[in-house]
Structure formats: structure tokens, C-alpha cells
């Protein structure tokens, strides 16, 4: 863990939310010089303690579908685990992949336009996996509900959601945001160069990807050890009393701990991305929950995330690809 003061906890929450707001309005902001922010953005960056800044793509109004799988693995060690990891950076289809402790080892997303292909890609990733493939769980998400982090002043939510206000992008559109997809915060000149356009094309495009409500905000991504928190998610599995239902909903929206809630079809009904201090903090948390919503939670399931491995919001448009 590193020592983080209030002033870098306060550049990470400007980040976090809008990473590609300036130097100039972040030290503004933060009552601190344009120089010194630079350099704390940079010694962050450098430690690892942000790993990259990325766009949320509303993949929905693409006509793209999530689909997330939980995966059990047998006979893994360090060198297979590498090997596993390597398949998932270079497979384009993986958008999303992660190492847990729980019942599963992986967890996995990845967006399609149909069921087939959904089944298409999941046969050829357990494939892919085998020998170590054991089993799967399949969930399909409906809503996503994104949070800043807890140790930001003021809550914040962006939402995606299922939809019938479909979008189309052209292949310059899909070029700039497979360039923000490696870097959110790059400037708009140096994106221009990149695909050979003309920096004030790429500034417009944006803007207009911004009003479509395909580009919804650009992220920071965290790494949460290095800050000093315990992730984790949980599952509840509910009663289906759609009044009670709502109201869980909307409590879990009010707490500043949730980092993600999603809405799905699968075994359980709800799951959260939760950020404590520390384990201590995670079971007073949850103890929280159940006490209040006792009389409509069936179940729950917690899992431990270990490391990401993959985290990409750019939905894979072979039609766009060379």
C-alpha cells in the first residue's frame, strides 16, 4: 500500500470521473499548482496506483449485449495462470477478465450482438481453457450502475442499461474511440495523428459521441491495494416483491461503498462491487444490509477480486477491423 494524503486522494477523485478533465482545471479545483498536479498525476501513474485511464462505451446502444461468465478451474499454478492471461489480452472478443477467490477462479465479459454468438464464443473460451476448464456460471446483465470511489466528496453515478435508441458510428468514429480506449486522457492532436485526421474532426466527433450517449465518461482505473481498500462482490438473491425490490435498490444506490450494482438475469437477482477500508469494515458493512433488508434477502455469495486482467468497453466490430 502506498501513503496517499488528502490532496492526491483528491486528484484520483477528479480522475476518476472525468479523466480527461485538464491539468489546468484539476489544480484549479484542488487548490494546488499546475506543476505540482502534474507531477502527483505522473507519480501515480509511475507507481502503478492508476493503471490507465479508460472510456465507459455504452455498448448497448450499439446493439451489443453483456454477457458475463464465472469459470471454475482445476491445476493451475503461476506459469498456467500467465499462459491464461495472455489468451484473454490477446483475444479481442474478451472484454472484461479478472481473477477471483470464491467458488470461481475467473470472471469474464464480453459483448455480442446475438445469442449464437454469444455461445460461439463462449465454446471456443472453454476450449481455449482446457484442460483447466472445471465449470461455468452464466449471468446476463441488464443494467450497470457505475460509482466513483468511496473517498470521493461527492457522489456520483453513470448508468448503462439495455435500450431500444440504438446508435451507428462509422469506422472514423470506432478509430477514435479504439484510441481512447488505450489511452481516455490522450489529446485530441495526438489522436488525430494516430488515425490521420484532422485534430478539430476528432474533437467534433467526440462532442458528438458525448451527445449520442455512446461515449458516457472516461475512468481512471485504480488499483485498489495500492489505496488501501478491500474489494469485493456480492450477490444477493431477492424476493420477488417488486415494491421491496426497488427499495433494496435504491438503498444500495445511496451507499458510497458500492462501486458497481448490476441488475441481471441469472442465479441471483443483484449483484455489487463494494470498496471498505478493510475486511473488518467489509462484514459490519454487509452486516448492515442484512439487518435492514432481512425480510427479502434469500441469499448471499461474496467473492474476493485478485488482480484484473482485462478491462475494455470497446465492443469488438470486426466490420471496422482490417
Known amino acids: 500500500m502506498i501513503k496517499i494524503d488528502k490532496t492526491t486522494f483528491k486528484i484520483l477523485s477528479e480522475l476518476d470521473f472525468d479523466a480527461r478533465e485538464s491539468i489546468t482545471d484539476i489544480s484549479k479545483k484542488i487548490l494546488l499548482s499546475k506543476k505540482g498536479t502534474e507531477y502527483r498525476i505522473k507519480e501515480l501513474e509511475n507507481n502503478g496506483t492508476i493503471i490507465r485511464y ?31 492471461e495472455k489468451k484473454f489480452i490477446e483475444n479481442p472478443y474478451v472484454n472484461v477478465a479478472f481473477w477471483v477467490d470464491g467458488e470461481y477462479d475467473l470472471g469474464m465479459t464480453f459483448w455480442t450482438r446475438t445469442e449464437k454468438e454469444f455461445l460461439d464464443r463462449l465454446r ?5 481453457l482446457s484442460p483447466y ?14 460509482y466513483n470511489y468511496p473517498f470521493a466528496a461527492k457522489r456520483k453515478r453513470m448508468l448503462i442499461q439495455e435500450t431500444s435508441d440504438l446508435q451507428e458510428i462509422d ?36 462532442k458528438e459521441l458525448e451527445k449520442k450517449k455512446i461515449l458516457v465518461g472516461y475512468r481512471a482505473n485504480i488499483d485498489f491495494n495500492k489505496v488501501g481498500y478491500h474489494y469485493a462482490k456480492v450477490f444477493f438473491k431477492i424476493k420477488q416483491d417488486t415494491v421491496k425490490l426497488k427499495e433494496f435498490f435504491n438503498y444500495i444506490d445511496s451507499l458510497k461503498e458500492v462501486f458497481y450494482a448490476i441488475d441481471q438475469i441469472g442465479e441471483y437477482d443483484i449483484d455489487i462491487e463494494i470498496f471498505n477500508k478493510d475486511e473488518n469494515a467489509f462484514y459490519e458493512f454487509m452486516d448492515m444490509i442484512a439487518e435492514k433488508y432481512s425480510n427479502i434477502i434469500i441469499t448471499t455469495y461474496k467473492i474476493l477480486f485478485r488482480k484484473n486482467i482485462k478491462l475494455s468497453y470497446l465492443p469488438y466490430m470486426k466490420e471496422f477491423e482490417k
Open 133 to 146: 476448464y472445471l465449470t461455468r456460471q452464466i449471468t446476463k446483465i441488464v443494467s450497470l450502475y457505475q
Open 54 to 84: 479508460y472510456p465507459i462505451i455504452d455498448f448497448f446502444r450499439l446493439g451489443f449485449k453483456y454477457n458475463r461468465v464465472w469459470i471454475k478451474l482445476a491445476h493451475t499454478n503461476a506459469e498456467i495462470r500467465k499462459e491464461i
Open 171 to 206: 469506422i472514423l468514429d470506432y478509430k477514435i474511440l479504439s484510441e481512447l480506449n488505450k489511452n481516455a486522457r490522450m489529446s485530441a492532436t495526438q489522436i488525430a495523428s494516430n488515425i490521420k485526421s484532422n485534430y478539430k474532426t476528432v474533437i467534433y466527433r467526440i
Open 124 to 128: 471456443q473460451l472453454c476450449s481455449d
